[in-house]
């Protein structure tokens, strides 16, 4: 690799056997920025601090060290992580157990509130190496004595800016004071307020500081965009930016090698000419590659941050980062892939919901703002080809057909006696045939049906009960919708399965089933994604939507209390409900004279839903 950038390695950052063969495994081709800084610091036992936030790889930069050092004889926790919220602290738990695949006899305990006592309480007493969890629940567990931190040997505080905000400080500095002062302690902050610098100095010995510095960058004549999808949907994200772009070479960044080889894999699969490099292909294969992307070969490189290194192409008119690069650094690297040799560039950043402070980072960095670009819809996509393929035969009609080719054109309308229009239609799909123009019904339906698929499984995977983020999914044919999640009280206990709660909300509030997003299925509870806005009429009318049964009672999720009203009686519900419904808040405007039906309202906001987002009933046209 003509690689010119100081690189590291996880071996070489004195990560175990049983570390390197995981992060192999899972495809992680060389330590972050903040790993590369962060691990040797923890690996030293001096004391921390991190400005550091998510997406940059911070949780493997604790997590990795603080494996590598656990002793094995020690049953007491030897880790202990503060984080600000469940789902943090969940998450940190789950990737140090992802981390810890071949550390035999690995336990982490997460502790958080909102939660029974008695699972933590048995987990605990069981002997856990780690213990992650908020700061309220971990000091509830410190007073009460079933939480013992005399052998930590390493105390993470993670994300220490947000555990502020959320009014832990005094929380966390008296867990501090509980702990022996003699532990190594890191402090991960993407800020650094005043309060936290208090604690630093209070607390922290003689800390190393990690801030991955930042050069000033000059990326002005790079187009830059930002799309918000849902990680399940980059796929789709970027079928349609191919789609949608007319570009000589197109970059494509992914974070791990198992990632560039799939999407690749996809690329090719949808018609267009693609070749992967990361860090496990040889020297060789790598400049055979780029020799054919010079070449025009091929158009569109899939590479990882580490093989992209040192790449000198020309070509590139468009960068995708498909998944966001761990600092604004590399972010600044890899757009800086087009826009060479005087020509104009453009980039799109595909990020998830929670990477959107790593967007605000990088703008900082870049002292310039990525704007929110709408993923094109199927309909935008549609006349996008259309546009293309005039295109491609304007540029071939340039050289007229021979009088041969004429006259089996005229042969062939004369014997089978059609038109040339038709023929001319018949040869297009001939022409099209493994990549149709126009999406095939049965593409339309294989598309439905993997839909159903994962929100059947989905409901049925969710037995771990990991938290439900409040943030919606955007819709697969209309990702540019905002969409809001709703929590309704029917789950699994009721018997219901996704495509009930779709047939009951597409029935009866009449939103058509392409606008109603990801279900969630949990045994008490499930959550729905629909279009936002939604008017508050019939926001309480579909409260009164029944499933198998039983009134949904919907209500937004994580922003209000769920509707605590007991679930009637199936076999009464007809009398309890109807008792009940005047005194209950969603019931209130349930019963006036003179109002329209709740589907006719519904059916309202669907209409005008879709004319936001182009012609429902055009899309309904198209299908019949
Ligand atoms: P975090 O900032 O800890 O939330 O990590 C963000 C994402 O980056 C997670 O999905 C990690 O699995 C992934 N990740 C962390 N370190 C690496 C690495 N060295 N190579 C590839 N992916 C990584």
Redesign the pocket.
Known sequence: MSDTEHTTSFEALGMPEFVLKTLSELG?????PI?AASIPVFMSGADLIGQAQ???????AFALPLLAKLEDDLHKPQGLIMAPTRELAIQVAE?FQRYARYRKGFRIAPIYGGQDFRPQLKLLKQGVQVVVGTPGRLLDHLRRGSLDISEVKTLVLDEADEMLRMGFIEDVEEILSHCSGEQQTALFSATMPAPIKRIADKYLTDPQHVVIQAKTATVDRIDQSYWLVDGRQKPEALRRYLETRSFDAMIVFV??RESASEVAEKVNAWGYRAEAIHGAISQNQREKTINGLKKNKFDILVATDVAARGLDVDRFSHVVNYDIPYDSESYVHRIGRTGRAGRDGEAVLFITQRETRLLKTIERHIKQQITRAQIPNNDVVLQQRVERFKQQVAEQSAKAPSAMIQSVVEQCCHDLEIEPEYLAGVLINMLHSEHPLEPTEEMKQNRERSREENANRRGELQEDEAPIETAPNPLPDYPDVEMERFRIEVGRRSGVKPRDIVGAIANEAGIESTFIGDIILRDEFSTVDLPSGMPKELFNQMKKIRVRGTPIRITRYGKEAPDATPAPNKRKFRDAGRGKEGGKPGGKSGGKPGRKPAAAKAKKFADDRSGFRGSSKGKKAKRS
């Open positions: 992680y081709e060389s330590p972050s790993q998510t997406g940059t790889g911070k949780t493997a990737a974070r791990t």
